[in-house]
């Protein structure tokens, strides 16, 4: 009888975490990254970017930077002096499944980099971060890289 009872709850066990469902996980690659539009020339440069949700949880509280890597004699490194996205909207930014959101990004490099040297401006980085609505929880992420040569 223990035995049986042992077996019970063993095969009971087995099959509630089989029936977990991988489909309400946060998947980075479920947000995608686009450059819509940039435009520059001497005095500033100007970034277009667009944020979809293809995933199927909600993403909130949404911020996008964009930082121009310093050039190191061996590579580069990141920068913690970031510009800021943004959007038509006002403050927070949450996107729900299948919707997106574009921001702009104004980079007046003549005015606030002057004739920098030590800037990479040829491959800006992007910084994303927000909060994902798992359940009833809210899971903090952050994504970071050189999104804008995704098209």
């Not at 099959?15 to 686009?34: A, G, H, P, V």
């Not at 909130?60 to 510009?83: M, R």
């Amino acid at each position: 009888m223990k035995h049986s009872l042992l077996m019970v709850l063993l095969v009971f066990i087995i099959f509630l975490t089989s029936c977990s469902s991988s489909e309400d996980r946060f998947d980075d690659e479920d947000i995608k990254i686009s450059l819509i539009n940039e435009q520059s020339n001497n005095e500033y440069r100007s970034y277009s970017i667009e944020i979809k949700n293809l995933g199927i949880l909600e993403i909130k509280n949404i911020h996008l930077y964009l930082y121009y890597p310093i050039i190191l004699s061996n590579g580069s490194k990141g920068n913690p002096f970031k510009l800021e996205g943004k959007t038509d909207i006002t403050s927070p930014v949450n996107l729900k499944s299948g919707e997106s959101i574009r921001y702009t990004i104004f980079a007046p490099i003549k005015e606030v980099f002057g004739d920098s040297k030590l800037l990479d401006f040829n491959h800006p980085q992007i910084e994303l971060n927000g909060l994902v609505q798992q359940k009833k929880s809210e899971i903090p992420f952050e994504m970071s890289g050189g999104y804008l040569h995704l098209k």
